[in-house]
Nanobody, 115 residues
């Protein structure tokens, strides 16, 4: 089993920044992909950004140029730097990892962008 622990959510004004962090623990052989998804009220969960162990990144079009994903393979951590936040970025953000084809999710952290 793999456990994912997120931190860093909160309330921020439009145009502000937040940094989310996620640490993986447990029986980890190979963290193939780590990343972030989000789910806003009444909407489906959607991909925000992911990074493979080799450094290949994928971003949702809505966050390109504003969000930056990074990871530390040695520490099994992934972070999401979110800049120029908009009210439509408000959602619960979930850390996600793929280990040997199995998917794991964190409990989620709330991000609210509001004035």
């Amino acid at each position: 089993q793999v456990q994912l622990a997120e931190s860093g959510g909160g309330l921020v004004q439009p145009g502000g920044s937040l940094r989310l962090s996620c640490a993986a623990s447990g029986t980890i052989f190979s963290l193939n992909v780590m990343g972030w998804y989000r789910q806003a009220p009444g909407k489906q969960r959607e991909l925000v950004a992911t990074m493979t162990s080799g450094g290949r990144t994928t971003y949702a079009d809505s966050v390109k140029g504003r969000f930056t994903i990074s990871r530390d393979n040695a520490k099994n951590t992934v972070a999401l730097q979110m800049d120029s936040l908009k009210p439509e970025d408000t959602a619960v953000y979930y850390c996600h990892a793929v280990v040997l084809g199995l998917e794991f999710w964190g409990q989620g952290t709330q991000v609210t962008v509001s004035s």
